[in-house]
Nanobody, 125 residues
Framework: QVHLVESGGGLVQAGDSLRLSCAAS????????MGWFRQAPGREREFLAA????????TYGDSVKGRFSISRDNAKNTVYLQMNGLKSQDTAVYYC??????????????????WGQGTQVTVSS
């Protein structure tokens, strides 16, 4: 089992950058594939990015491709989401998620077993 805690959210202006972190508990972090999602009020949860166990494979949602970058540091039990060129429509609660399938690379939220509590990102225009 893994416990996830997101951090790094906040209020920024359009065009700014922000890096989110997701810290995982336990000594088996490297056996988990990780993902980032977001959910805005009144909208469905949206896939942003996913990364396999060693960071060798990544995939992105169309709305953030080229602006967001996912990475991980297994020594620190942390996965990151670097967000550049933020827009007002990026305003949402951002969640990280984990699944114990090392080579997994999933955009489907139902594939993930563990979720963080979320961190709010607000982008003012």
């Amino acid at each position: 089992q893994v416990h996830l805690v997101e951090s790094g959210g906040g209020l920024v202006q359009a065009g700014d950058s922000l890096r989110l972190s997701c810290a995982a508990s336990g000594r088996t972090f490297s056996t988990y594939a990780m993902g980032w999602f977001r959910q805005a009020p009144g909208r469905e949860r949206e896939f942003l990015a996913a990364i396999n166990w060693n960071g060798g494979r990544t995939t992105y949602g169309d709305s953030v491709k080229g602006r967001f970058s996912i990475s991980r540091d297994n020594a620190k039990n942390t996965v990151y989401l670097q967000m550049n060129g933020l827009k007002s429509q990026d305003t949402a609660v951002y969640y990280c998620a984990a699944v114990r399938i090392p080579m997994g690379l999933y955009s489907d939220s139902t594939k993930y077993n563990y979720w963080g509590q979320g961190t709010q990102v607000t982008v003012s225009s």
